[in-house]
């Protein structure tokens, strides 16, 4: 593994990247030493530049030439483009901008791509300047959104700019990761304020930016103010570049014994992963010593059954994984391990260049290739020097280390080269192996050609959508000037800006044809032509686009009365949802390998099967009479047309299935996909937390609701615990807000009517293998009577009735009898609960029961509803 070539070394310094540095400066609270804002200290750039150097330096930090430069650059009023190589410490520069703007009394705003980004920084600014000074909006919810700092996602300020334009209380704009830009789908996001905010100051960050001559004469002449380009080619750490012909698995033990650890190996799949790191188990990854710090700073953490089990394998024998598919709380957990030094190597996807904070010293690439969505291509400049900058910590390393995995068959060809050693005839002889059919290859000169490339060329992805135009409506002044000014003085081409007139041109008229938007004879006081005609929910086409459309399914559509309207207020709400494609193809397999069975049993021949076949899909419920009312509030709210209907069932599914959070996962073999699963469960929760209107929760969708969030607590409460707490909005008490998220859910009994919900679903597993006569699978389960007593109680039963209902009407609560001990006559106990899921019988008897007590102690410490069935009874 030799090196291919190595950028020149630069002095060690400590100002790095990560916020722990930020946060190790702060021995006096830096509000504290800054200029009072209308002082004439806070008047004078050298005062304000000397308070917050200083209190840098009080810390042990020594800025960098770069960061030196571009803080004069903000406190002088200029404009900042900051394009350094990751781990110079831009984020101590955005502080340094943060202190400027709060001495001088105007709002600052932190954009990142990322809400779990967004959360990192607020949390870290908080600890900087104090939680008054600090708020957060991310789309979600908002906490503090009046402080004079605040950190929002890129899209949360591009409306902000939108709505109010000059008008709006934005005084300096910190964007990071500013390469977003050149997004095609998010794009529009970092472009819009530069467009829209020309009295802000910005400070525009990025590792892998290219040529920004055209941006610095943009921002120039938008802003009026001078804009600085801060460069610099040295890393603080410099980085180290090989090529490696031997297996990944040597490459990475070589690595781990010549002292280049921790080591991120990146892989092109979240399976390649999890692969290759339990097949680096089989290697001494690490010492007794380390097993031992390890399994010490895990603790008591709770890991689930799946790939909770395999996770923890992994990191007690030293081995992490790290992808978004991942649950939250594993991949914190990973992080945390990692920064304290206890993993000497984390297998994971290029998740690591969206500035995830992974203390590391090698970056191994385990290929050049990825897949985009579409196909298989090679890492682009700047996606390769994103990924390949997380090498060498600040403060840590002398040097990073960048090495590249040949392909297989490369390294297969190098391994019989090795063979023929110096004998020219066995050379000649010597069998090349070839690239399988298809396979998109790199070679050392893809290396040393990303190596160094410039990062391209940013380009623009602007775009034009009816919320757009929604926004601009609400602005003060003239709207038609203000679209014209957005449409016209934008970076795209001219072809392109009277495409997008054009476009504007043909949502107006649809939001004029619809009565949303009116014309005035006479223009207003200040120079309006144009108005909305009544008030919309436009909260809702902001944040939610369908929300609207779901709310007026739910009041005017479904039936109250209906044993299923709590699930079709569920599949309503799902239909609004983006689609967590993974899970549906999942349940599409399903149905397709349970219809093919159900059609084999049936004798169809396979060229019929073959055509049933291609219209089996996921489960859709009220596909047809959402599509139809979807097309009829279409063409009264056009502005919904940019968002399309997509009926689904995955909350659904899993509660008509009766399944926890590992059931389904299992069920459908989603175990690498945990993280999207929990996702998707999450934004449902908050979705029906937030538009389904207190007058359509019935009883029953008030339990649905309830136990949908006790699933996503148990399962990992962080996505939660940290919105309940924002959604209090203005009035949330902000220390308590920016206190950390505790791991541990709180106990799964807790919330009593999720529980009662939990033991529902638990019963009723009993009741759906009942109804198919299936002993064995009931006896499968834990705490339940062996396979011959519930045949012998399955033959009783149906000496008597024909079947057992698992529909609607047999999941009612009327049918599920708690003695929770609260009775006159109640056997059970607070803590011990009887049970007793009425059977729904053909003739409505009602007279067989599946009989259970639940401990509820064991139900805390399982986090699940523990049952101890005694079987079929007749009562």
């Not at 934004?683 to 649905?704: F, G, H, S």
Request: net charge negative.
């Amino acid at each position: 593994m030799g090196s291919a070539m190595a950028t020149t070394p630069a002095p060690s310094a400590s100002a790095g990247e990560s916020d722990e540095l930020l946060r190790t400066s702060a021995r006096a609270s830096l509000t504290s030493v800054l200029p009072a804002p209308g002082s004439a200290a806070a008047d004078d750039p050298d005062a304000v530049y000397e308070a917050f150097a200083g209190w840098v330096a009080a810390g042990g930090i020594e800025l960098y030439p770069a960061q030196q430069e571009a803080l004069i650059e903000v406190v002088s009023g200029s404009n900042v483009v900051l394009a350094t190589p990751t781990g110079s410490g831009k984020s101590l520069v955005a502080a340094g901008a943060h202190a400027a703007a709060l001495t001088a009394g105007i709002r600052s705003f932190y954009t990142a791509p990322l809400k779990a980004l967004v959360s990192e920084k607020f949390f870290a600014l908080v600890e900087t300047f104090g939680a008054e000074n600090v708020g957060m909006m991310t789309g979600d919810a908002s906490v503090n959104p009046g402080a004079p700092i605040v950190c929002c996602t890129a899209e949360v300020l591009a409306n902000v700019a939108l709505r109010s334009g000059a008008f709006a209380d934005v005084g300096q704009v910190v964007m990071d990761e500013f390469h977003f830009y050149a997004e095609p789908d998010r794009g529009w996001a970092w472009q819009v304020p530069l467009i829209e905010l020309p009295q802000a100051q910005f400070l525009l960050m990025s590792a892998t930016l290219g040529d920004v001559d055209w941006l610095r004469e943009d921002l120039t002449r938008r802003t009026g103010r001078p804009t600085a380009v801060v460069t610099s080619v040295e890393r603080p750490v410099p980085l180290h570049y090989s090529w490696a012909t031997t297996p990944l698995q040597e490459t990475v033990e070589e690595l781990l014994v010549t002292d280049r650890a921790p080591v991120y190996v990146v892989h092109a799949t979240q399976a390649a992963a999890v692969e290759q790191a339990q097949a680096l188990t089989s290697a001494k990854v690490a010492t007794r010593e380390q097993r031992a710090a390890i399994a010490e700073a895990i603790g008591g953490f709770r890991f689930a059954p799946g790939f909770g089990k395999v996770l923890n394998r992994l990191l007690r024998m030293g081995v992490g994984v790290h992808h978004a598919g991942m649950l939250p709380k594993y991949r914190r957990l990973v992080e945390t391990l990692a920064q304290a030094g206890l993993l000497r190597v984390v297998c994971g996807t290029d998740t690591l260049g969206v500035g995830i904070n992974v203390p590391i010293r090698t970056v191994l690439f385990a290929g050049l290739t990825k897949f985009d969505g579409r196909r298989t291509r090679h890492y682009r400049a700047r996606e390769f020097h994103q990924i390949a900058g997380r090498a060498g910590r600040a403060g840590f390393d002398t040097a990073g280390t960048v090495v590249v995995q040949a392909p297989e068959h490369e390294v297969e060809n190098a391994r019989r080269v090795a063979k023929a050693g110096d004998d020219p005839k066995k050379l000649k002889k010597v069998q090349r192996v070839k690239a399988p059919d298809g396979f998109v290859s790199w070679s050392q000169a893809t290396m040393d050609k990303l190596v160094t490339a410039q990062p391209e060329q940013l380009t623009s992805h602007f775009r034009v959508t009816t919320s757009m135009l929604l926004n601009l409506l609400q602005r003060p002044g003239n709207p038609v000037e203000a679209a014209r000014h957005l449409l016209l003085d934008n970076h795209e081409p001219r072809k392109r800006q009277l495409q997008h007139v054009r476009r504007a041109v043909e949502l107006f008229r649809a939001l004029l044809d619809a009565g949303v938007v009116e014309t005035l004879p006479e223009p207003l006081a200040d120079g309006r032509q144009v108005r909305l005609v009544s008030d919309l929910q436009l909260d809702f086409a902001l944040n939610q686009p369908l929300s609207p459309f779901a709310l007026a399914v739910v009041d005017d559509l479904l039936d109250r009365e209906s044993p299923t309207y709590a699930l079709d207020v569920v599949s309503t709400i799902e239909s609004t949802l983006d689609d967590p494609m993974k899970v549906l193809l999942a349940q599409q397999s399903k149905a397709k390998g349970e219809a093919v069975a159900r059609m084999k049993a049936d004798g169809l021949e396979y060229e019929e099967r073959m055509a049933q076949l291609e219209d089996v899909t996921w489960p859709k419920p009220l596909e047809e009479q959402l599509r139809a009312a979807y097309e009829t509030y279409r063409a009264g709210n056009p502005w919904v047309a940019d968002h399309e209907v997509r009926p689904k069932s995955v909350v659904r599914d899993m509660f008509e299935r009766a399944m926890t959070f590992g059931d389904f996962v299992a069920f459908y073999q989603l175990a690498r996909s945990e993280g999207l699963v929990l996702r998707y469960l999450s934004d449902a929760y908050k979705a029906l937390r937030q538009t389904v209107p207190e007058d359509a929760r019935t009883e029953e969708v008030t339990d649905v609701v309830e136990w949908l969030g006790e699933v996503v607590r148990q399962t990992d409460s962080s996505l939660l615990a940290e919105w309940e707490k924002l959604r209090a909005g203005d009035d949330v008490d902000v220390v308590a807000a920016t206190a950390p998220v505790e791991d541990e859910a709180p106990p799964v009994t807790a919330n009593a009517r999720a529980f009662r919900v939990l033991v529902r679903n638990a019963v009723f597993r009993f009741v759906e293998l009942a109804a198919l006569d299936r002993p064995q699978a009931l006896a499968a389960l834990d705490g339940s009577p062996d396979e011959d007593t519930w045949a012998d109680q399955l033959d009783a039963y149906y000496d008597e009735h024909d079947s057992i209902g698992t529909g609607p009407q047999a999941r009612g609560p009327h049918l599920l009898q708690v003695d929770d001990g609260s009775g006159p006559h109640a056997k059970g106990s607070p803590r011990r609960w009887y049970v007793r899921q009425v059977l729904d019988d053909p003739a409505g008897d009602r007279d067989w029961a599946v009989v259970a007590e639940v401990d509820l102690d064991a139900s805390d410490e399982a986090c699940a509803a523990v049952l101890q069935v005694a079987g079929l009874l007749r009562l």
